[in-house]
């Protein structure tokens, strides 16, 4: 079992985020405590910070999900489209 280093809900409440040493993103559902939706993959390392916005202004209703897995290995997740971002010395 694998530890939980990040914790984040949506601004609603709904949904909790929880993030750790499995490098993935498990998304619960917070009146039934089951996993809303497939885990988020893709870090290089355990997630260590998890942050939560609103709607992401497209008009959607959208989610903006911001993952940090350590220097370097930064994730932006806005609805279905992620972009992965690298830190330079």
């Known amino acids: 079992m694998w530890a939980v ?5 949506t601004p609603d409440q709904r949904l909790l985020l929880s993030g750790g ?3 993935a993103i ?3 559902d917070t009146e039934t405590w089951k996993e809303a939706q497939a885990p988020l993959i893709g870090h290089t390392g355990p997630v260590q910070s998890l942050r939560v916005g609103g709607s992401g202004g497209g008009g959607q209703g959208e989610r903006l999900l911001v993952s940090a897995a350590g220097a370097g290995d930064l994730s932006v997740r806005l609805g279905h489209h992620v972009r992965q971002l690298s830190a330079h010395a």
């Open 26 to 28: 498990r998304i619960w």
């Open 5 to 9: 280093w990040a914790l984040a809900t």
């Open 21 to 23: 040493g499995d490098y």
